[in-house]
Every structure is written in C-alpha cells, then in structure tokens.
C-alpha cells in the first residue's frame, strides 16, 4: 500500500535529484518508488495541465467519458447546449460512484444510493424526500457535482485541479507549433478512429514518456525488425538524421526524424497534403514536410507518433498517428490509453487503412508496442530493487551541443535527433512540480 513521504527526507532527494539532473544524472529510483508516486500525485498530477479526452469522442449533447487526473476520476461529458464540463464522479451525498460505464450517453446522472440527480453540466436537480427530510435546509446550488477546470487546443480537451495555475495556451507555449503537425491534418483536424485501446501494464509511467519525448536511440536496436523487413527506409546509420526539439521550461519536446530520399509528406494521400499546406504555416511546412517520423510528449503523460507504415522498401506507406496517455495507477504501474487520430476530411478507406497500420504497429498487440512493454516493463521491475535506490542513470548525450541555428520552428532544436537534451529538459519540469516550484 502506498504510504505518504515522510517531507524532509525525500525533500533532500528531491532537490539532489534536480541539481543532478543539471550534471546529466537521473535517480533509478524514481521509476518505481512509492514515496516518490505519492509525491507525483500531490504535487504534478494535481498542479500540471493533464489530457482527458478528443472532442470527437464526445460529439453530440449527453456524450460523456470517464477519465482519470491523478486518483480523481472524472466525468467527460457534453452538456445539451454542446459545453464541455468535466466533474467528479463521486456523488455529493455520501460520495459513491456516479457514473459506473467508461462511455456513453446520458442527459442526468442518478446515484445509485440514495437516488440524488444531476444534470449532465453537473447541477444537483433531484433530491428524494427533499421536503420531509431536509426541511427546508438543503440549498440544491451549493451541492453540485465537483467541478474540474477544462480547457482546449485544436480539439484536445485537458483537465486541471488547480484553479490558480496558468492557461492551457500558456502551459502549451510554444510547442503548439508541433502539435499542429498532428492536429491540423488538414481543414477540418483530426477525429479519433473508435474508442481507445485500453490496458494495464506494469510500467511505470515515466519511462514511456521519456521514450516518446524522443528517443530515436533504442530503435535500431528494440526495433531492429523494422530495418531488417525495410519497415524503415534507411539503415541505422542514417536514422539519426532529424532534429531533437524541446521547449525550455516547459517540458514538452519532440523528435523529428528524417530518412533519405523520402518524398515530402510522404504517406498522406495527395488531396490531403495540399490540404495541410495550406493548414498550416510556412515555417511549419518547412519542418514537417522533411519529417517521416515525429515522436513527441506533452508534459506529463500525453505522447504522440506519427510515421508510415510499409513492409515495401521504397514505398511511402500509409501515415498514422497514435496519441497515447500514460495514466499512473500505482508505484511503478499504469493504465495505458491508446487512440489513432485520422484526418477528418479524409476519405472513409483512407482512415480504415491508417486504422490498420495503426493497429498492426502500435495498437494492443502491436509490433512496435510488444517491443516497447517487453523492455519498459523489465525497466520498471529492476527499479525496485533495493540496491537500485542509490544508482543514476546517464543522461549526458548532447550536452555540449549548439542549438540549430538554420531551424526555423520554435524552441530548441539540436542534431542529431539522438540526444538527451529532450530527456533532461523533461525531467527538469518534473522535477520542478516536486520540488513545489513550478
């Protein structure tokens, strides 16, 4: 069972931890501890901008979701004049569940104990015995379901349980700029294709984010099937062609691979690329077009890929994009959410068939995603061993290394794309949320 921190201890472990982060030094400890899970709950996941959910998952008045921030399960719902209002699911009564399916649709939500009602938006309507029981004393307006600040980018829903911290925009900053290159496929955005693949895995969260936010360095080696098969058009030594991209301070970052001899947005169908050029800007144009594999995390647990899938050695293939939440259920545990994104313009065979590759790389049972597990769970079993709470782990490539000049995006940019810089300025934020000083 989860104990809380004991503050003064891991107080000292957090701050070594940070000024070890600057050396190149990262804590193995951190990847399953509890006190540390604990601390992540009360201090990042209860503070940080968390993602809950695609609008288009909830397209029509009365569809609702169930999502977690932290240990807070909430209630995704839009309301019959079409907002979108996240609450939690807890009854203000005598706090039992509200709503006990993961999706579907509903204009009231009834508790199952004691009969009190609410409107989808969250206000308490129905009391039994309101009269003869409460005598006059019950004020309905004050015993509304529990509200969760939202805010949206580009159909991105995220949730936020501190009403002082700052926007989404501000929160997001600059690295919207990437994200576009994964939401604006196209005039009309992205919907999801069916719900979300949906599993735990004894993982903890933290290696798969880091892996996300740009790790071109184990893909040759824990995919190497990939260039045996000609999955990738480029062998090993030319996979590091790309830019590493990380927005200071804010612990979002992206890597942005190249292969040669890839044509320009290269898997999208033909009408859809003059659609993106004209979605997006110039300088995003002229990073994406360039770009066959782009990783990327939003800070904490949000990550996003989009690359083509093709077994044929010097065909484009079909481009997908998988978005994936890492929620932490646990010391060194959590409950993986996994979408692909398709462009909402497109055609109905094109987003099946992104479905498919989709589903045959990163889906449940994914090729890539079996190799990611196998090794992210053996990561997170090492862990905790009790030797492991004393010994780092390296995290010093690229540390001498200039920011791009000719880069015309935001943020910092550095090649090669197999850098550690993306990994340091992540667990710089997070750091920073422990530490109370985010």
């Known amino acids: ?25 990262f804590p193995a400890r951190a990847f399953n501890d509890a006190d540390v899970h604990a601390l992540e709950q009360e201090r990042l996941f209860s503070k940080a901008w968390c993602f809950l959910a695609h609008e288009s998952e909830i397209p029509s008045p009365g569809d609702y979701v169930t999502r977690y921030i932290a240990n807070n399960n909430l209630i995704v719902v839009r309301d019959e004049n079409g907002e979108v209002h996240a609450n939690l699911n807890m009854c203000r009564h005598r706090g039992n569940v509200m709503c006990k399916a993961e999706l579907g649709n509903a204009s009231h939500f009834r508790c199952s104990y004691h009969g009190w009602t609410y409107k989808n938006s969250g206000e308490l309507i129905g009391v039994p015995y309101m009269k003869e029981g409460y005598e006059g004393r019950l004020k309905r307006k004050e015993w509304g379901l529990v ?25 997001l900053g600059d690295f919207r700029f990437y994200l576009d290159l994964y939401l604006k496929q196209g005039a009309e955005g992205v919907e999801v294709h069916g719900p979300p693949d949906h599993w735990v895995a004894e993982t903890d969260w933290k290696i798969c984010a880091e892996n996300f936010a740009g790790d071109g360095y184990h893909t040759p080696v824990a995919h190497q099937w990939g260039f045996n098969l000609g999955y990738f058009p480029s062998s090993g030594s030319t996979h590091s062609q790309g830019w590493a991209v990380h927005v200071p301070g804010k612990g979002h970052g992206i890597g942005l691979g190249h292969s040669p001899n890839f044509p320009p947005f290269g898997g999208f169908p033909d009408e859809l690329v003059e659609d993106m050029r004209t979605s997006l800007s110039p300088e995003q144009v002229a990073v994406f077009e360039k770009t066959r594999t782009a990783v990327g995390t939003v800070f904490p647990n949000l990550s996003f890929l989009m690359q083509p899938f093709s077994l044929v050695p010097g065909e484009p293939g079909v481009r997908f994009v998988t978005m994936r939440l890492y929620h932490p259920a646990g010391p060194g545990r959590m409950e993986m959410y996994s979408w692909c994104l398709v462009p909402r313009g497109a055609d109905q ?64 940019a550095l090649v090669p794309y197999v850098n550690d810089t993306n990994f340091r300025n992540l667990w710089s934020r997070w750091g920073d949320y422990l530490a109370g000083e985010a």
């Open 147 to 171: 509200r969760v600040r939202v805010e949206s980018y580009e159909g991105l829903l995220f949730g936020c349980l501190d009403p002082e911290a700052e926007s989404l925009a501000d929160y």
């Open 349 to 412: 065979a094109y987003k099946d068939e992104a479905y498919r590759c989709y589903t045959l790389a990163f889906g449940q049972a994914g090729t890539f995603e079996q190799d990611d597990f196998e090794n992210w769970t053996k990561v997170t079993r090492s862990a905790e061993s009790t030797m492991v709470r004393d010994v780092d782990f390296p995290y010093i490539m690229g540390m001498e290394s200039e920011p791009d000049p000719e880069f015309p995006g935001p943020g910092t």
């Open 1 to 25: 069972m989860t104990t809380r921190p004991d503050p003064t201890p891991l107080a000292d472990w957090v701050a070594s931890t940070r000024e070890g982060i600057r050396d190149g030094r």
